[in-house]
Nanobody, 123 residues
């Protein structure tokens, strides 16, 4: 069993930055981890994913060049550095873990989820 806890969300002005963290407990060895987000009235969407070693990453087109995903396996923690934030980035951000080593972008592929952290970007 894996437990995931996000932190670092908040209110920020457009153009600002935030760093989200996802602390994992349990067996995450070999797992791909990812970030998803869900805005009010919209479906949950893929943001970024990272392989176990951190050597492979994948990003949604909407955040390429602005967000960066990383992980520190010694701390069992994954991060999402978000720069140049826009109002359309406002959403609840969720971290997720996939028992497989496949870099997938669909939420149904992920086995474990955190409770989410709110990110609000004001214009």
């Amino acid at each position: 069993q894996v437990q995931l806890v996000e932190s670092g969300g908040g209110l920020v002005q457009a153009g600002g930055s935030l760093r989200l963290s996802c602390a994992a407990s349990g067996r995450t060895f070999g797992s791909v981890m990812g970030w998803f987000r869900q805005a009010p009235g919209k479906e949950r969407e893929f943001v970024a994913a990272i392989s176990w070693t951190g050597g492979s990453t994948n990003y949604a087109d909407s955040i390429v060049g602005r967000f960066s995903i990383s992980r520190d396996n010694t701390k069992n923690t994954m991060y999402l550095q978000m720069n140049s934030l826009k109002p359309e980035d406002t959403a609840v951000y969720y971290c997720a873990a996939d028992r497989s080593s496949l870099m997938r972008t669909v939420s149904a592929a992920y086995n474990y989820w955190g409770q989410g952290t709110q990110v609000t970007v004001s214009s």
